[in-house]
């Protein structure tokens, strides 16, 4: 396959409705299988013990569920089968103009971006796809877009407030990525010329830190109990707390400290630092392509300040890959040049190679690996066969 564009076939588009199309598959499995998943209560968390963690989007599929009178799946698939929708259609948006070559391949199609939820090796389904952090990229990549396309100031800064406050009681840790949308933010207000206001951040800065202490304060007081009791009652389930493998959300955050665990290692740290391989590539690449160091150092200091989820968590593969759908979107979607990718393929340590054997080695690179779940595990075993090789499974 030809990395390039042709008139009679675009290879981007392909791959996109390629992507979209397993997206899909795995949504109407998902939902054909919902009861069998590892997070199927999880996804069902709601307030009627108190305020719990991560219980939004659980609070809003049962009410829902409830007053039409339908089942919390079909409510669920629903929303996420919305949001693949505008997921897919602002990476179509955003990235056709671009000129295409193998660099933009490598980026756009890396493992580590829409393969990886399709390869969850922990279930026997792609799990990963209804993950709650699929609303934090969408919501993250319309923001970008709203600061692309819309002049009004105030209506863009309302916007992200509001983005942001909702993903945050969706997935807590969208908190860890507030500085991305400011960074966002200030490139809108560099790109247009229009003045700074302190009191903006200000603002925003005291409202999210109401938001962080609220979620500090208020973990672990709820009961429960009395959100599994409501979902056998209302739905019809069987579930018991110790079906929930993810009660530890009601643990304090002191308690997830991974790097105090006895059997953690610092060789895993090494490990993740060659698998975000593609996240230091792009920053080398915006280092070379963004003159301004203000907005530079705006998205290291994101970047850093993410850094902190790592310490309070197992699954580092996911907070990979969120990490890279974030630096991909500020770099690309916000500062890249059009015509960059053709530039730097005119770079000296490129030109010796043949360009035929270079998308051979990105179609090979981009095909047969990706990250698995959490860090003890081995990985660069799986890709995009695996994937197929799954997705053929479901249905024979």
């Known amino acids: 396959m030809k990395f390039n564009y042709t008139k009679k076939i675009d290879t981007f588009i392909t791959l996109l409705f390629f992507f979209f199309v397993l997206y899909l598959l795995n949504l109407i499995v998902l939902y054909k299988n919902f009861d069998s998943l590892n997070t199927s209560g999880y996804l069902l968390i709601n307030y009627d013990g108190g305020f719990i963690r991560r219980a939004l989007l659980g609070e809003v599929v049962t009410k829902i569920s409830l007053f039409f009178q339908l089942t919390p799946p079909s409510v669920l698939i629903f929303f996420y089968t919305l ?3 505008l997921f897919f259609y602002l990476n179509y948006t955003f990235l056709k103009d671009y000129k295409k070559n193998y660099i933009f391949y490598f980026f756009v199609f890396s493992p580590i971006y829409l393969t990886f939820p399709l390869s969850d090796i922990s279930s026997k389904y792609a799990e990963f796809v209804i993950s709650r952090e699929i609303f934090l990229l969408t919501f993250f990549m319309f923001f970008c877009f709203l600061c692309k396309k819309i002049n009004n100031r105030m209506s863009v800064y309302s916007f992200g407030i509001i983005l942001m406050i909702i993903s945050t009681f969706i997935y807590e840790l969208t908190i860890l990525c507030y500085p991305f949308y400011f960074y966002a933010y200030y490139i809108y207000l560099k790109k247009r010329k229009l003045p700074f206001n302190i009191y903006e951040f200000i603002f925003a800065g005291f409202l999210f830190s109401l938001i962080i202490y609220f979620h500090l304060y208020f973990y672990g007081k709820n009961d429960f109990q009395i959100v599994i009791d409501n979902l056998n009652l209302n739905f019809g389930y069987d579930f018991s707390v110790e079906q929930f493998i993810f009660s530890w959300l009601n643990q304090d955050i002191n308690k997830q400290l991974v790097i105090f665990f006895p059997d953690f290692k610092t060789s895993y740290i090494l490990k993740y630092l060659f698998y975000g391989h593609p996240i230091f590539l792009l920053l080398i690449m915006s280092y070379k392509s963004i003159n301004d160091k203000i907005v530079f150092a705006l998205l290291v200091f994101s970047i850093i300040s993410f850094l902190i989820v790592f310490l309070i968590a197992i699954d580092w593969a996911r907070f990979v890959h969120i990490l890279y759908c974030l630096t991909l979107y500020s770099i690309i979607l916000l500062n890249f040049d059009k015509d960059k990718f053709f530039i730097l393929n005119s770079k000296k340590y490129f030109i ?45």
């Open 83 to 85: 949001n693949y929708i």
């Open 352 to 396: 010796k190679f043949n360009h035929k054997y270079l998308d051979f080695f990105v179609l090979i690179y981009c095909s047969i690996w990706t990250l698995k779940h959490t860090y003890w595990q081995n990985h660069l075993s799986y890709g995009i066969f695996y994937v197929l090789k799954k997705n053929f499974l479901y249905f024979y």
